[in-house]
T-cell receptor
Framework: ELKVEQNPLFLSMQEGKNYTIYCNYS?????LYWYRQDPGKSLESLFV?????AVKQEGRLMASLDTKARLSTLHITAAVHDLSATYFC??????FGAGTRLTVKP | DSGVTQTPKHLITATGQRVTLRCSPR?????VYWYQQSLDQGLQFLIQ???????AKGNILERFSAQQFPDLHSELNLSSLELGDSALYFC?????????????FGAGSRLTVL
């Protein structure tokens, strides 16, 4: 069973700042997923990373995958309030990390 | 609307009772996943079905059971309910097989056990 660890679990940041969320996983996984959950809502897919070195970007979010280090990162650039949500990563077996609750403050 | 339909949206029941949660996957998706989300436990994987067959099992209690029917809809049965079973239960579906295999989530069923 693939175990996924995210850090930090809670992140409070100011608008305009940059930060990175980390997702470490325990065994080989040929893919890594990032999802977003707004408070009281369901989960939505953000990115799927399918190979070592893969990088995906959407707006102020950029995700990358290093399969050798078993690490994926979600980088936030110039945060805005609308990015406040919980971000989850998951490996190929669809077991999710604990989530990172991001709050962006003005 | 994600295309994954879950019913009921809200359910309030008493300890010891039994409930059934229903999920209709997105058209064309063969795989259904069930998750439990409670405040202190995060998003816990319960079970996965693919085209009617159990594919993977996670942290599903013995009091819980699930099945996927020939029309691909799935039901999660929760029995002998306890206060700690109060949670949001999500269903997600995917095409499965080669490729990205992205999950599409339903809106969830919120279960309150009193």
């Amino acid at each position: 069973e693939l175990k996924v660890e995210q850090n930090p679990l809670f992140l409070s940041m100011q608008e305009g700042k940059n930060y990175t969320i980390y997702c470490n996983y325990s065994t080989t996984s040929d893919r890594l997923y990032w999802y977003r959950q707004d408070p009281g809502k369901s989960l939505e897919s953000l990115f799927v990373l399918l190979s070592n070195g893969a990088v995906k970007q959407e707006g102020r979010l950029m995700a990358s995958l290093d399969t050798k280090a078993r690490l994926s990162t979600l980088h936030i650039t110039a945060a805005v309030h609308d990015l406040s949500a919980t971000y989850f990563c998951a490996g190929h077996d669809m077991r999710f990390g604990a989530g990172t609750r991001l709050t962006v403050k003005p | 609307d994600s295309g994954v339909t879950q019913t009921p949206k809200h359910l309030i029941t008493a300890t010891g009772q039994r409930v059934t949660l229903r999920c209709s996957p997105r058209s064309g998706d063969l795989s259904v996943y069930w998750y439990q989300q409670s405040l202190d436990q995060g998003l816990q994987f319960l079970i996965q079905y693919y085209n009617g067959e159990e594919r993977a099992k996670g942290n599903i209690l013995e009091r819980f059971s699930a099945q996927q029917f020939p029309d691909l809809h799935s039901e999660l049965n929760l029995s002998s309910l306890e206060l700690g079973d109060s949670a949001l239960y999500f269903c997600a579906s995917s095409v499965e097989g080669h490729g990205a295999n992205v999950l599409t989530f339903g809106a969830g069923s919120r279960l309150t056990v009193l």
